[in-house]
């Protein structure tokens, strides 16, 4: 059986997918699952043993024309699209791939797919992991014990970089404080991020990280306790063996808490007051306390401070 997904753009849309890959191989051993990847998260795939190829889908021309040409003379036995709104990328990539069966989202008036997934507002108290185990059932691939926690295999030597990094700290905890998010308002303010690191024990190691264009106040936050180390990640793979090696994570609404909850991490997360996203990407782990900004408001900065030293606290003694 071959099967061909795309999963475009987002990283925590592609570490959300992973449980989907798992549920196919238990009861398809032999299936052939290619994936049609963003340049930007195709990384997530490189050491993932169920994958059998990947392809990187870009939008120049050139590339895409490329993409296409790779996959004239092969046909596949299902097409699953698990992006559950209408996208132009998606339905160019559902006409151009043969399959037997595609499966995604059709707008009203296209038929690109054959069997239908439900618009992304008739699922909007469903988690996304739950919306693509959903898709499984569409084609009799349904689990009984269907688990869904992510999975990933880091990068071998980006793990021992950070390995060797932990191995310099002593034997405390470790406390992983993310300060960057993809989005503005997914971002809490320097002030709070301060307040955050008042609290925490001296019984802890807390390591700072962020992305690049958060380094001078990832910097900053870390200078000001003497706990606090500030380590850049250098990239994704990093990232996620610094979410490994972590004992507590503490972040915005972003990637990293897919990754904690890939490991299993007790988290600490903040999202803002927008209901539906809050139920599609919350966290999965056991040990998760997850605070929101009063409903309606846009933006993590809304929630107010002594909630988030109260989940800080929580998460700690958890």
């Given amino acids: 059986m071959k099967i061909i ?12 997918t992973t449980p989907m890959f798992r549920s196919i191989k238990n009861q398809f051993p032999n299936a052939e699952i290619s994936v049609i990847c963003a340049n930007d998260n195709s990384d997530i795939l490189q050491n993932n043993p169920l994958i059998h190829r990947i392809f990187i889908f870009k939008k120049s021309p050139f590339a895409l024309i490329k993409l296409l040409i790779s996959h004239r003379f092969t046909k596949y036995d299902y097409l699953i699209d698990p992006k559950d709104h209408y996208s132009s990328e998606s339905q160019l990539l559902a006409k151009s791939i043969k399959a037997n069966k595609k499966i995604g989202f059709n707008k009203i008036g296209k038929n690109t797919f054959d069997i239908e997934i439900p618009h992304e507002s008739e699922n909007s108290s469903l988690h996304f992991v739950k919306r693509c185990n959903q898709i499984l059932s569409k084609i009799n691939i349904m689990e009984k014990s269907f688990s869904e926690m992510p999975e990933l295999y880091p990068n071998p030597e980006s793990d021992l970089i950070v390995k060797n ?9 470790n ?10 308002n997914r971002k809490l303010s320097k002030e709070k991020w301060l307040k955050i690191l008042e609290v925490i024990p001296y019984n802890l190691n807390i390591i700072v990280t962020a992305e690049k264009i958060d380094y001078e106040i ?3 936050i870390a200078n000001s306790n003497q706990n606090a180390s500030f380590i850049k990640s250098k990239n994704f793979d990093e990232l996620i063996s610094l979410v490994k090696y972590s004992d507590i994570i503490i972040t915005s609404d972003t990637s990293v808490v897919h990754i904690a909850s890939a490991f299993n991490k007790p988290i600490l997360a903040f999202y803002n007051g927008t209901t539906q996203n809050t139920a599609k990407f919350a966290p999965l782990s056991d040990v998760q306390i997850l605070i929101s900004a009063p409903e309606g408001e846009d933006s993590v900065e809304e929630i107010k401070i002594e909630n988030i030293i109260n989940g800080v606290k929580q998460i700690i003694d958890a």
Wanted: aromatic share 8%; charged share 25%.
């Fill in 5 to 16: 997904i795309p999963v475009l753009h987002r990283f925590g849309d592609m570490i959300l």
């Fill in 165 to 173: 990094r932990f191995a310099n700290f002593n034997k405390k905890r």
């Fill in 175 to 184: 406390i992983l404080i993310n300060l960057s998010a993809g989005k503005p």
């Fill in 218 to 220: 990832a910097e900053e």
